[in-house]
C-alpha cells in the first residue's frame, strides 16, 4: 500500500512502518510503502509505487541485524551515493555502514558472524538490493536507513526462517506449533516485541528529523 508523495519511505512490514506514518500524521510530499519482507516483494512494490508516480527520493527504512559488535541495539546506520543526503543523515547521528542484502534471516550468531566473515559487511537486512538497484536503474535518489534490533552477539528467540511461507509472511499456523513444542521461547518473544516497538520509534522520530534537514538544505541550495 502507498500515498502519494515526492519522497517514498519503504519498510518490509507494517509494525516497521507504524511509528513513521503516526509521527508524519498526513505531511505532505512523503509517501510510505510496505511492501512485504524480502528482495521479491520489494522489487514487487516499487515497481507498483514507481508506476503510480515517480519519486524523488526514496529511503528504504526498517529492521537491520548487526554484523559487527561495534554497532549496538538502537543504532541507526545507512548507506547511500548521494553525497548531500548522507551528510544530513550524519548530522543527525547516523553512522554509515556496509549492508548485505539476504534473502534469509540471520537468527543466530554464528550466522551472522559468517556472514560478516563472508561479505565484509557491517549489518544484514532484506530488501535494500531490490529498492537500491531499481532507483539507480532510474536516475532516482535512494537510501538504506535502518536501526539495529538484535546485535553481532545476540540470538534471535526464534528462527523465524522456519516459521514464514514461500512469499515471507508469518505462517500463524507454524508459529503456534512452534511455541507449543517450545513455551519457553515465548517470554523471548515478548521480549523482542518490547525491543522492535523500541527500535522502530527510535527510527522514526530520526526520519522525520533527517528527512526535515535535507529538505531545508536543499530548499536553501535550490534559492542560491
Known sequence: MSESGDILVCFAVKEEAAPFRKSICGKPGL???????GQRNAATGIGAAFAAGK???????????????????????????????????TAEGGRPVRF????????????????????????????????????EGREVTSATVHVVLDE????????????????????????TLALVRRPGIIAGLVRFQTQARRAAERLAAFL?????????????????
Do not use: W
Open 31 to 37: 509517501r510510505i510503502l510496505v511492501t512485504g519482507m
Open 55 to 89: 519519486p524523488k527520493l526514496v529511503l528504504t527504512c526498517g529492521f537491520a541485524g548487526a554484523l559487527t559488535p561495534e554497532l549496538r541495539e538502537g543504532q541507526i546506520i545507512f548507506a547511500t551515493k548521494e553525497a548531500a543526503l548522507g551528510n544530513a543523515l
Open 208 to 224: 522525520v528529523k533527517a528527512i526535515d534537514r535535507f529538505e531545508d538544505e536543499a530548499g536553501a541550495k535550490n534559492e542560491t
Open 100 to 135: 548485505h542484502c539476504d534473502e534469509r534471516v540471520a537468527a543466530t550468531v554464528k550466522e551472522k558472524q559468517l556472514l560478516r566473515r563472508e561479505t565484509g559487511c557491517d549489518a544484514v537486512e532484506m530488501e535494500s538490493g531490490a529498492i537500491c538497484g531499481f532507483c
Open 152 to 175: 553481532a552477539g545476540q540470538d534471535l528467540p526464534l528462527d523465524f526462517n522456519r516459521v514464514m511461507t514461500d512469499k515471507m509472511e508469518v505462517d500463524y499456523f507454524m508459529l
